[in-house]
């Protein structure tokens, strides 16, 4: 249920609001500060153009080829251009002029590079979901052809297979088969209660970020078959999402009225079918019973291919509330299955790592005698790799300790090593590393004594990888090769944003740790004003996230421009902006994300409650001038600290929140909540019921949602808003805000703007208001 704070490039005049003294500066004017560079302004802070832009590079490995290829647009004339590492040699693969398609958004390279499948206006359905028109270009020939004849931007996704001249499609929740150029329908009933291959965002609890690349098909390693799910949708609760602009300047008479399929807490689930096909054959689909959970009670999580061709395949199947799983090992000829792992994890929850490698399967490894895969678990309280025999039996650990692994990037088949990403230095780190497949040969492919946070691009034939640097210093990519392990050119180095940032003066950066006196220490975030002096005592902002399993805290790089440099720079602000990860957040361990289960809102908003006193301490802090900011379960968490009554915080900002988990889709309230029927009580603590906090925050709150967010529904801040006014929370405390038709980001007809005007001179009034008097507000125009 991430919100994003990426802010958009839209810019409107300012508001006229006014106010007893300036307001903060929002125009195209600039400060200078006394060494001459400039501080950022709110015109600055959403122009978008400070962000960090990493190459992208699309790695290919057509049959018979050598490995080190990759293909990357030329910044100048906009072409595909084919790379190769080897002879530093390039040549252009797909010339953007010949094309004719030049408003293209995204492209899949065929893996004998001979076509490329490019996507073109595209149609926003769910969050972020989409559909769009697919066209295939032939590399030799220089055609262009579109998937499928008629089509109008309705195509659900499209991707190719693994050899030969093959795409799977969905439209109209409908699976295709094109081959050659000849389309093969494989499924006739989707429809808006029968949905093949692509659900609805809420199946993966609203976070379908994280699961973009996932559509719920994959393709067997000689791409003879393909798996498959299907998603029964009848007897779902409807919700009605309701349009009063039509995307459109002027309101139409009537609303439209979306009809959106959606399971909320306890209500009744989509039926998930597991499903196979012979490519070959594309008319004959098998439907395989899983027999592990009843339909009412099963999700399928995860499906991957444990065999050289298509022998095998393996499926995640989790109880509806995903802490009990049972992996089912399916034979693909005769469609007999088997439970070869299962896990009961009922102090917390499974995470959805979707991990699993498989690429030969892994044989001759000391200690198993059978085909094995790699996977990715908690069960030691820490996340690590592990070895799994596809027949099921002990695994083999290949990395240990008090820390955790993020991501496998690649498995080398050649030279017997897996490459990862793990936060062995620090939780708010990232490094890469390598381990050999006996999990006794560790090595490090970046300085580990100094801090980072990277990311790694390995080639198909694990010759060579991308390094990406992220932070905490201006970021930058190199291309470097495997054996030896040394650097061969830089990609990326931002050079044109590093001079950009020359000309401002940024608030200072640090990363440190709260040790709280019950035994655990809680990752803080730092950024002190540009023109920070000491003997001065700075008001504070809290922005917070805080949901189970994230991280807000990690190393990226900060010293940019954007909303919170803003914020500490405007002379007229200068706030202090603090972040803290609070416990059942991520990378620190299974217990300590685990707490939260059954009750969540209760020990994170004690944490914020308790860091913001600790904090307050400090002798460059105004302790009573303390503000808290968040979006979406950043909402949800200021909504439960205001709710605690502490007097810790003096301004709350609500945008987007969930209020009430039983409003929420049931993938996420389920997972870390369990069912309404069973933790009632907790359900009910876990809402935003007690208003006496939000009447008595000194300098009152602001709670801002969209109408038309299909994530987060609207339900939620309406009923909090009705239950505050019933209660008699009186206006000077409380300001409601809603964003006609804006969805969960909030950025429709000029939101985005008005968001963050609207949260600066909420904290310019709170800087200014009188601590023991009447709050500004209640006093204007008298």
């Not at 061969?488 to 950066?509: C, F, G, M, Q, W």
């Not at 900060?558 to 919170?564: E, G, H, L, M, P």
């Amino acid at each position: 249920m991430k919100f994003s704070t990426a802010l958009f490039f839209c810019l409107l005049g300012l508001l006229s609001i006014s106010h007893a003294a300036p307001a903060p500066q929002g125009g195209s004017g600039s400060f200078t500060s006394r060494s001459t560079k400039r501080l950022p302004t709110l015109a600055d802070a959403l122009s978008g153009n400070f962000s960090y832009e990493p190459a992208s590079l699309r790695w290919i490995y057509a049959e018979g080829s050598e490995d080190g290829t990759y293909v990357a647009q030329d910044s100048s004339t906009l072409s595909l251009m084919r790379w190769d590492i080897r002879t530093n040699t390039s040549s252009i693969f797909v010339d953007i002029g010949e094309l004719k398609l030049p408003d293209y958004f995204n492209y899949s390279i065929q893996p004998s590079a001979k076509h490329v499948l490019f996507r073109t206006n595209f149609t926003t359905q769910y969050d972020h979901s989409y559909s769009a028109d697919y066209y295939v270009w032939n590399v030799e020939a220089k055609t262009l052809v579109p998937l499928v004849e008629g089509q109008n931007s309705d195509v659900q996704y499209a991707e190719w297979g693994p050899h030969g001249n093959v795409i799977v499609y969905v439209r109209g929740h409908d699976l295709f088969i094109w081959k050659d150029g000849v389309s093969t329908r494989v499924t006739n009933d989707g429809r808006e209660s029968i949905l093949t291959v692509f659900p609805f965002f809420f199946y993966f609890g609203g976070e379908s970020e994280m699961f973009s690349n996932w559509y719920t098909l994959c393709f067997s390693p000689d791409g003879e078959y393909l798996a498959y799910l299907r998603f029964n949708q009848t007897g779902v609760p409807t919700y009605n999402l309701p349009y009063y602009m039509g995307g459109e300047e002027v309101a139409p008479t009537y609303p439209e009225e979306h009809r959106i399929k959606y399971t909320k807490a306890g209500e009744k689930l989509p039926v998930v079918t597991f499903h196979l096909l012979e490519v070959k054959n594309p008319s004959v689909s098998r439907k395989i019973d899983l027999k592990t959970y009843t339909p009412d009670n099963m999700v399928i999580t995860e499906v991957a291919w444990v065999a050289e061709k298509h022998e095998r395949v393996i499926v995640r199947t989790q109880s509806r509330t995903q802490d009990t799983e049972k992996m089912v090992l399916v034979d693909v000829e005769s469609g007999n299955t088997k439970v070869v792992r299962e896990r009961n994890a009922t102090d917390g929850w499974l995470d959805e790592f979707r991990a699993i490698i498989c690429e030969l399967p892994f044989r001759d490894v000391p200690g198993l005698s059978t085909p094995s895969y790699l996977d990715i678990s908690d069960h030691s309280g820490w996340t690590h790799i592990y070895l799994y025999p596809v027949a099921g039996g002990e695994p083999i650990a290949l990395t240990s300790g008090n820390w955790e692994v993020t991501t496998i990037y690649s498995v080398d088949t050649k030279r017997r090593l897996v490459y990862y990403q793990s936060t062995e230095r620090d939780s708010t780190e990232r490094h890469i590393f390598s381990v050999s497949l006996e999990g006794k040969t560790k090595k490090s492919l970046v300085d580990i004594t100094k801090e980072g946070y990277y990311d790694a691009s390995f080639s198909p034939g694990g010759g060579y990888y991308i390094l990406s640097y992220l932070g905490p210093n201006l970021p930058w990519q190199e291309l470097r090769s495997i054996s030896p392990d040394t650097p061969i050119r830089v990609i990326n180095d931002n050079a044109p944003l590093k001079k950009k940032l020359s000309e401002y003066a940024l608030p200072k950066t640090s990363w440190s740790t709260l040790k709280h006196p019950d035994g655990y220490e809680l990752n803080l975030f730092e950024s002190l004003p540009p023109k920070f002096r000491k003997g001065v005592k700075y008001p504070v902002l809290f922005y917070i996230y805080g949901g189970p399993g994230s991280q807000e805290t990690g190393k990226t790089f900060r010293q940019t421009v954007d909303i919170y440099s803003y914020l500490g720079s405007d002379p007229e602000l200068e706030y202090i902006v603090i972040t803290v990860d609070n416990r059942g957040t991520g990378f620190k361990g299974r217990k300590f994300r685990s707490l939260v289960t059954g009750q969540l809102g209760k020990l994170e908003a004690q944490d914020q409650v308790w860091a913001a006193r600790e904090y307050a301490k400090r002798d460059y802090v105004d302790a009573k001038k303390i503000a808290i900011w968040g979006a979406s379960y950043g909402g949800y968490l200021t909504g439960k600290v205001l709710e605690l009554d502490s007097g810790a915080f003096s301004l709350g900002i609500m945008a987007a929140p969930v209020t009430d988990w039983r409003f929420y889709n049931f993938m996420y309230s389920e997972r870390y909540m369990k069912l309404p029927t069973t933790n009632s009580a907790g359900y009910n603590a876990s809402a935003i019921t007690k208003t006496a906090g939000f009447e008595n925050v000194a300098g009152g709150f602001i709670i801002q949602h969209g109408t038309g967010d299909d994530n987060v529904h609207f339900q939620n801040s309406a009923a909090f808003v009705d239950a505050l006014v019933n209660e008699g929370v009186s206006p000077e405390k409380m300001r409601v805000q809603w964003f006609t038709d804006s969805d969960h980001y909030l950025y429709f007809h000029g939101a985005t703007e008005f968001r963050h005007k609207q949260l600066a001179m909420a904290l310019y009034d709170e800087k200014r208001r009188i601590p023991e008097g009447a709050h500004q507000w209640s006093r204007r125009g008298n």
